[in-house]
Every structure is written in C-alpha cells, then in structure tokens.
C-alpha cells in the first residue's frame, strides 16, 4: 500500500469512470474502513446503501440540481453509488440529551467516515466524488431511508477514466495559529 501520506495527496474527486465493475473485494475494504471510522462514544450512526442499479441511480442523479453540479455525471456513470445515512439522536448524546454546542454530531462522525472511506477507495485505485448538493428529502425516498435517519451525501465510486492535478492548497503557516487564534 501507498505511504500514508501520498495517499492523502494523491485523492482527488473523480467525475469521469471506466466502465468496469468495481470488485467485491474492493468494496468490502471500503466499506471496512467505514466501519473502523472512529466516532461519538462509538455510537457508529452511519448506514450505507450501495446502488449497482442504474434505474436507482438514474433516479438520484435526478435529484441533483438540472445545472451546475460537475458530478452530475458521475451519478449514473460509476458502477456503485455509496448513500451515506446518519442515525439521528444517537451521536452526541447521552442518555437521549443533546451534549454538545453544535447539537447532533452525526455530520462529524460521517464526515470522518466520508474521509475514510475516500481515502481507503483511492488507495485501491478507485475513484470518489463527495457528491452534497441534491433534494435529501427526494433522495430519501428514492432510497427508502427510514425515519429517524438522514441521508447525508453519496459516494459515486469506480474505476477513474481521468485524474486530475491537485488544486492549490494553503501553507501550513496560513492556517497556524499558536496558543491563540
């Protein structure tokens, strides 16, 4: 495997796929490193729904807005589509009372999960795209996300028929600060 490191530089967000499948395997692992995202007191609230079913995915590409989204494509061209799902009222809680600032911590604990997840697919040579811009509440129901949970973002992922180049980053002394903001 790649060092740590080249893989955190090397992930991009891949719109353009290959036609072939992605294998079991594959998505087993990625699906491992969800599963080993840490999270609030271990509450593991995400849910995935894997789409192999281009009519489903057809449909949730339908949920995306008709102009200005670049994934758009990606939807229906990746052969699976990841639906990442959150249990509501389960991380950042205890004993069924909010316990953070920030209320329910289920955009923390799948963005960790997210990270995971994109980073374990680039690093078997498969792309992802963090696709965040669609109708939730369609896409629910396209999905048959029960209540009590909130679909959060979906994953087109596969095999990229293009990579691009990294965009520019920040310094670390742009962002350092020391002892104080």
């Not at 008709?66 to 699976?80: E, L, R, T």
């Not at 980073?119 to 965040?132: E, F, I, M, R």
């Not at 920040?170 to 104080?180: C, K």
Request: some cysteine.
């Amino acid at each position: 495997m790649q060092d740590f490191m080249e893989i955190i530089r090397g992930r991009r967000s891949v719109r353009k796929y290959e036609e072939r499948d992605v294998p079991a395997e594959a998505l087993n692992t990625v699906l491992e490193a969800v599963r080993w995202a840490p999270s609030w007191a271990n509450t593991q609230c995400w849910e995935v729904v894997v789409v192999r079913d281009r009519a489903v995915k057809e449909r949730l590409q339908a949920t995306l807005p008709p102009k200005g989204n670049p994934a758009a494509g990606a939807m229906v061209q990746a052969p699976v589509v990841l639906a990442l799902c959150a249990k509501l009222n389960s991380s950042g809680f205890y004993k069924g009372e909010v316990t953070t600032k920030f209320g329910d911590w289920f955009m923390f604990d799948l963005g960790i999960a997210c990270q995971n997840l994109c980073l374990a697919a680039h690093a078997l040579g498969l792309g992802t795209v963090v696709v965040g811009l669609f109708d939730h509440e369609t896409a629910k129901k396209v999905l048959q996300v029960p209540h009590g949970h909130e679909l959060v973002v979906m994953i087109p992922l596969g095999f990229p028929a293009k990579i691009s180049s990294a965009p520019n980053r920040r310094e670390i002394g742009e962002f350092r600060h020391e002892n104080s903001f």
